[in-house]
């Protein structure tokens, strides 16, 4: 294909992609009307418990870059610095009056209340009104003024654009700043491109990221990238141009970065609006899910927990760093990790799954005891593997170092699983997990899950596209 038609057909598949991203006239309508009105009642509702304070909208319908069927509202309640801290918990009192039932209160920097009204997911995010070169007390500070610069700096053709890169990063799966995803926030997307331009020479810039590329829109580290590169670790640095000591990238995990150089670069030898809009995965049927599973010979362990009650960042925080803990836990008692993942509805049920390379050990284990010059440590591995009815062989010596051979304590995953788990506690998992855990655990292995996955639709289509494990613009 030569390069003018295919600069002709991505030409024509943004295109496309563009109408479908841009919000109708009634759902522009709706949503400002709804995000306006709310902040009146609940600048007036804040008027009349004696708290004086502005309330604005902000994030992507404050600059007009949000997308078509997006639900987000983020209302910001600044209040003087002069109140303090404590004036946060009023102004989430009012904000709970005011969001009526369906809310979680959650902690970032800052306390802050997310809720269900209307349709919309709501945040009301108290912070300190400041002037413009006060110091930042927190991220949440600062936000007012990245609405401030993006609404001054953005053309309306730039806000189409930055809708097209938003599009293409929700298609490919790395949109989004929140834990769950770790990929770019809309701010990032935004100053992307306002440094880049149009979205295609976005992409192509992206196709040829290095290692901790340097995105510096003011040119505040011009000359001086080595600075930036020890002052900021993460896998991709976007100075901030309105604080040249943050990184508007940190968010952005190694993964979600490789995936959009690598969907960038697919993307611009195929264009295709199946970038922006992939198709649905077709969910394996039940008896495709077995056979699947029972193809690989290996063991695929279910770790089933009811309602974690949690706004979606802690959530997955959660979730998260208990999936790590598991994982270690596996590698402790000489189980081999092959993949795992994780997967929540948000609201009933969590799941974790773990594909090992056996369910079941063999009974013995070797175990390595100190050298032989570490006379106190030889003298406590001897006091406790002399006399171990667990020892089948042992101690004795070989090369430099003590060794044993003994009986493992546990040789099914499941009889660990449940051991380690029955009171959450011990091994590392998070606070609310580990609740979840001595409350409501099922472990699940194999064919087990066959019930579960038959019964959720949204379970079965997260566990295809695990066990495809592709993402769907590779062909």
């Not at 000591?245 to 940190?250: D, I, P, Y």
């Not at 170092?401 to 099914?412: A, G, L």
């Given at each position: 294909?030569s390069q003018?038609?295919l ?6 598949v943004c295109e496309?992609?563009?109408?479908k991203a841009?919000p109708?006239i009634?759902?522009?309508r ?6 306006q009105?709310l ?5 007036s509702e804040l008027k009349?418990?004696d708290?004086e304070?502005k ?15 997006e639900?987000?509202?983020d ?5 003087a610095?002069?109140y303090g ?6 102004v989430?009192?009012?904000a709970?009056?005011v ?6 209160e959650?902690y970032a ?6 809720a269900?009204?209307n349709?919309?997911?709501v ?5 300190f ?10 991220s949440v500070d600062?936000t007012?003024f990245?609405?401030?610069?993006v609404?001054?700096?953005l053309?309306p053709?730039?806000?189409?654009e ?6 293409f990063?929700?298609?490919i799966?790395?949109?989004g700043a929140e834990?769950?995803?770790?990929g770019f926030s809309?701010y990032?997307?935004?100053i992307?491109t306002?440094?880049y331009g ?5 992409l ?9 590329e340097i995105v510096?829109?003011?040119?505040y580290?011009l000359?001086r ?6 002052i900021?670790q ?7 141009p309105?604080?040249k ?6 968010a952005?995990r190694t993964d979600r ?8 670069r697919s993307?611009l030898?195929?264009?295709s609006?199946?970038f922006f809009?992939p198709?649905?995965?077709?969910t394996l049927?039940?008896a495709?899910f ?7 010979s290996s063991?695929?362990?279910?770790l089933?927990?009811d309602?974690?009650r949690a706004v979606?960042?802690?959530?997955w925080?959660q ?8 994982e270690?836990?596996?590698r402790?008692?000489g189980?081999?990790?092959v993949?795992?993942?994780v ?12 594909e090992l390379?056996?369910?079941?050990l063999?009974?013995?284990e070797?175990?390595?005891g ?10 406590r591995?001897?006091?406790?593997h002399r ?5 089948l062989?042992g101690?004795?010596i070989?090369?430099y ?12 995953v499941?009889?660990l699983?449940?051991?380690?788990l029955k009171n ?5 998992v998070?606070?609310l997990?580990?609740?979840a855990?001595?409350?409501s655990l ?11 996955y038959?019964?959720n ?7 295809t ?7 769907s613009?590779?062909k």
């Open positions: 294909m003018e038609i600069e002709a057909k991505m030409s024509l496309k992609a563009l109408r841009i109708s009634e759902e522009r709706e949503t400002i009307w709804f995000s009105n902040a009146k009642k609940l600048e009349e418990a708290l304070a309330v604005q909208v902000e994030g992507s319908i404050a600059k007009d870059t949000w997308l078509a069927g639900k987000d509202i209302l910001f309640v600044l209040v610095k002069a801290r404590d004036a946060f918990a009023k989430l009192e009012v709970k009056r969001a009526g039932e369906d809310w979680l959650a920097e800052h306390p802050y209340i997310e269900k009204m349709g919309f997911t945040d009301f995010v108290p912070c009104e400041l002037e413009r070169g006060e110091g930042v007390v927190s600062r007012p990245h609405t401030l610069y609404k001054k700096h053309t053709e730039a806000k189409n930055v809708r097209l890169l938003k599009r990063m929700r298609g799966g790395t949109y834990i769950k995803v770790g809309g990032l997307c935004e992307l306002l440094y149009r979205f295609p020479r976005l192509q810039a992206a196709s040829d990221w290095r290692e901790r510096d829109l003011k040119g580290y000359g990238e080595d600075e930036a590169l020890k900021f993460e896998p991709l640095i976007v100075v901030d309105v604080d000591g943050r990184n508007v990238a940190s952005v970065l490789n995936e959009f150089i690598a969907a960038s993307f030898k195929k264009p609006l199946s809009y198709r649905g995965t077709r049927s039940v495709e077995i056979r699947l599973m029972d193809s690989r063991a695929f362990v279910f089933k927990t309602t974690i979606s960042d802690v959530l925080g979730l998260y760093r208990s999936q790590r803990a598991l270690t836990v596996f402790q008692h189980f081999s990790l993949r795992s993942g997967w929540s509805d948000e609201g009933t049920v969590n799941v974790f799954v773990f390379h056996s369910r079941f063999p009974l013995v070797r175990h390595l100190p050298p032989v010059w570490k006379k106190k440590d030889c003298e591995f001897l006091a406790k006399k171990s009815s667990r020892v062989s101690p004795r070989e090369g170092r003590w060794v044993v051979e003994r009986r493992r304590k546990y040789t099914d499941a009889d699983l449940r051991e380690k959450g506690e011990g091994v590392g998070a606070s997990v580990s609740q855990f001595a409350s099922e472990v699940l292995v194999n064919h087990e899950a066959r019930e579960f038959s019964r639709p949204s379970f079965a289509k997260f566990l596209e695990h066990l495809k494990g592709r993402p613009w590779v």
